[in-house]
């Protein structure tokens, strides 16, 4: 049980494009979901935690108009990265928290992002 | 924000003990996670500590002092698979995780 997964797994774009990342929980209701980045080497770096319903908060330095979370049931939540930049080329990774667990998140594959 | 401190890299042999220190400091101290992360890969759950003591969970057993802003993971009886990166996060207040910045450990036969 408590299986997230993430699509895809890696994806190359163009500079300039947009790319949406999903992120669902399989047997779980998630009322609540995170996003984080991870560039090579370094640890998780929380973006923003998203609530079912509700717009997502994001952590000071992240922008919002840039990383647009969408969190629409309690099975989906997406992040699209609008206009993408080189820089923006990182490990996305999402965890879902169940109803049940308090602070256990459940954590997806993560989604290789490569901007060209 | 909260300060957590791994130590960057530590190498070990096959077979032999290594324990992962993590020291924090943090206000609204709601429990601390180690998570398990292979190279390209999402975190694994560990062990999760909450009130202070050793928890022991199989060759893995994590260690808590909240009084000192201590934690420990130990790991027995190395094996090949172990090599990896183990990342130390704590729940402070609300239900963000704060991770440290991992400790690549590398096992040598």
């Known amino acids: 049980g408590a299986v997230v997964s993430q699509h895809p797994s890696w994806v190359i774009c163009k500079s300039g494009t947009s790319v949406k990342i999903e992120c669902r929980s399989l047997?779980?209701?998630?009322?609540?979901m995170f996003w984080y980045r991870q560039f090579p080497k370094q640890s998780l770096m929380l973006m923003a935690t998203?609530?079912?319903?509700?717009?997502?908060?994001?952590e000071q330095g992240v922008e919002k108009d840039k990383f647009l979370i969408n969190h629409a049931s309690l099975t989906l939540s997406t992040l699209t990265v609008t206009s993408a930049h080189p820089e923006d080329s990182s490990f996305y990774i999402c965890?879902?928290?169940?109803?049940?667990?308090?602070?256990?998140?459940?954590f997806g594959p993560g989604t290789r992002l490569t901007v060209t | 924000g909260q300060n957590i401190d791994q130590p960057t890299e530590m190498t070990a042999t096959e077979g032999a003990i290594v324990q992962i220190n993590c020291t924090y400091q943090?206000?609204?101290?709601?429990?601390l996670f180690w998570y398990q992360q292979h190279a390209g890969e999402a975190p694994t759950f560990l062990s999760y500590?909450?009130?202070?003591g050793l928890e022991e969970k199989g060759r893995f057993s994590s260690f808590l002092s909240r009084s000192k802003g201590y934690s420990y993971l130990l790991l027995k009886e190395l094996q090949m698979k172990d090599s990896a990166s183990y990342l130390c996060?704590?729940?402070?207040?609300?239900?963000?995780?704060?991770f440290g910045a991992g400790t690549t450990v590398t096992v040598r036969a």
């Open positions: 965890s879902a928290r169940g109803e049940r667990e308090e602070y256990e998140q459940y």
């Open positions: 047997d779980f209701q998630a009322t609540t």
């Open positions: 998203s609530n079912e319903g509700s717009k997502a908060t994001y």
């Open positions: 943090t206000s609204g101290f709601n429990g």
């Open positions: 500590n909450v009130l202070d």
């Open positions: 996060a704590v729940v402070a207040g609300d239900y963000k995780l704060s």
